[in-house]
């Protein structure tokens, strides 16, 4: 499903705006973090490869905020 939703992603950005470029770059590492998980058993969401998993999610999450906040600002002009 992640790979699925990178290539939606993917493609949009093609279209839209470059910005979807980034955002399938995080859900093609998504689908390549949970792939690891699912098919080696290994303990990918827990201890220090954990918090690798929700440090890469968070500056995936403020680089959006971020980029969200400057285009409604730049819309509001």
């Given at each position: 499903?992640?790979?699925a ?6 493609s ?6 470059k910005?979807y470029?980034?955002?399938?770059v995080y859900f093609?590492?998504n689908?390549v973090?949970w792939?690891?998980?699912f ?10 490869i ?12 403020v680089?959006g ?7 409604k600002?730049?819309?509001g002009?």
């Amino acid at each position: 499903m992640w790979l699925a939703i990178a290539g939606f992603l993917f493609s949009m950005g093609l279209k839209e705006q470059k910005i979807y470029f980034l955002f399938s770059v995080y859900f093609l590492f998504n689908s390549v973090w949970w792939g690891i998980a699912f098919f080696t058993k290994a303990d990918m969401f827990h201890g220090t490869i954990g918090w690798v998993f929700r440090g890469i999610t968070a500056v995936f999450l403020v680089i959006g905020a971020v980029w969200y906040y400057f285009y409604k600002k730049k819309q509001g002009e």
